[in-house]
């Protein structure tokens, strides 16, 4: 299991279909790629529902972000039931509010109001995890 301890693990709903969830994927992608590769991880959804014991292990040693598509909130709750202890829950409707003028549509393919939504939510997360390093998460 790699990954150091001030690294902040980032579960995305899985809601293939939904604008709402194609926003928490590619808000958490903008994370760990762009934002924060150095201090942040993503774990697929499906490896906590799969109960793949490296994705369980890492929920349960570092702080995690949750971002839901739906009030569902099936990372949030998939998460809890990992392991994880320390989790803070991002929902993409709580952004959305935030920026009503940005309503994500599309599913393939998200719309630029979508994309913009995204980055938003990303910043958001990203925040979180500069906070997780003790302000140190900021790679650039
Ligand atoms: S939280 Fe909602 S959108 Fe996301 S996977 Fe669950 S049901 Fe789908």
Known sequence: MSGTCRETVIIPCSGIGKPFGSVSREAAYEVVDMLRPAHARLIALSRLVLGDDDARDAVARHPVVTIDGCKLACAAKMAKASGARRVRELAVIDTFRRH??????????LNDAGRQLARALAEEV???????????GRDA
């Open 126 to 136: 990203a925040a979180i995890v500069d906070e997780q390093a003790g302000g140190e």
């Open 100 to 109: 009503p003028k940005l309503k994500p549509e599309g599913i393939a393919e």
